[in-house]
């Protein structure tokens, strides 16, 4: 079992539509959890912190559940430019962090 | 602010040549750079964890001798790959983290570099 896992999608959705990824993680000693974008052929660039009281920004967000051990994104009225691939990242003792694959999202006209 | 940058950020060469890529914080001090490579459609690997002034610790799998690591300052940190094979080719991208408040919970992510073996 990979230690973060993640559907891969692609999501295809119309624009204005609500999207949400769910991310699982195995290792229940795991302490901080984040949200990244990457764009194709670009760096990861982190979207937001995943709080266990769960967390807004704007049209993003976040939710972690530990007794079930997976994170969530859900974005709102989706635009052409959340169009990118969102990663799912965890991150134990040491610093030591673990990336997802990725979900793939693709916001249509 | 926490600006981290890569150079170079393409490189093309031959087999069997040795290429450094060098990875800068350019506005805050960083105690801990990360290495990562990522394949096309694929997540990112860890390859190795610099700490300044120390040797890297490097993940399973990946070979210290093959790919040579530097953390000379806290704003530096260098990947070397010896000797680059075609399967070599990939994305590497760098990462660091500050020494204290918000950089220091945080990871900040260089451009990344290219690199193609031919």
């Known amino acids: 079992r990979k230690e973060v896992e993640q559907d891969p999608g692609p999501f295809n959705v119309p624009e204005g539509a609500t999207v949400a990824f769910n991310c699982t993680y195995s290792n229940s000693a795991s302490q901080s959890f984040f949200w990244y974008r990457q764009d194709c052929r670009k760096e990861p660039k982190l979207l937001m912190s995943v709080y266990s009281s769960g967390n807004e920004d704007g049209r993003f967000t976040a939710q972690l559940n530990r007794a079930s051990q997976y994170i969530s994104l859900l974005i709102r009225d989706s635009k052409l430019s959340d169009s990118a691939t969102y990663l799912c990242?965890?991150?134990?003792?040491?610093?030591?962090?673990?990336f997802g694959a990725g979900t793939r999202l693709f916001v249509k006209a | 602010g926490a600006v981290v940058s890569q150079h170079p950020s393409w490189v093309i060469c031959k087999s069997g040549t040795s290429v450094k890529i060098e990875c800068r914080s350019l506005?805050?001090?960083?105690?801990?750079m990360f290495w990562y490579r990522q394949f096309p459609k694929q997540s990112l690997m860890l390859m190795a964890t610099?700490?300044?002034?120390?040797?890297?610790?490097?993940e399973q799998g990946v070979e210290k001798d093959k790919f040579l690591i530097n953390h000379a300052s806290l704003t530096l940190s260098t990947l070397t790959v010896t000797s680059a094979h075609p399967e070599d080719s990939s994305f590497y991208i760098c990462?660091?983290?500050?020494?204290?408040?918000?950089?220091?919970?945080?990871?900040?992510f260089g451009p990344g570099t290219r690199l193609l073996v031919l």
């Open positions: 990462s660091a983290r500050g020494t204290s408040g918000i950089q220091q919970e945080t990871q900040y």
């Open positions: 506005d805050f001090q960083a105690t801990t």
């Open positions: 610099s700490n300044e002034g120390s040797k890297a610790t490097y």
């Open positions: 990242v965890v991150r134990g003792g040491g610093f030591k962090t673990i």
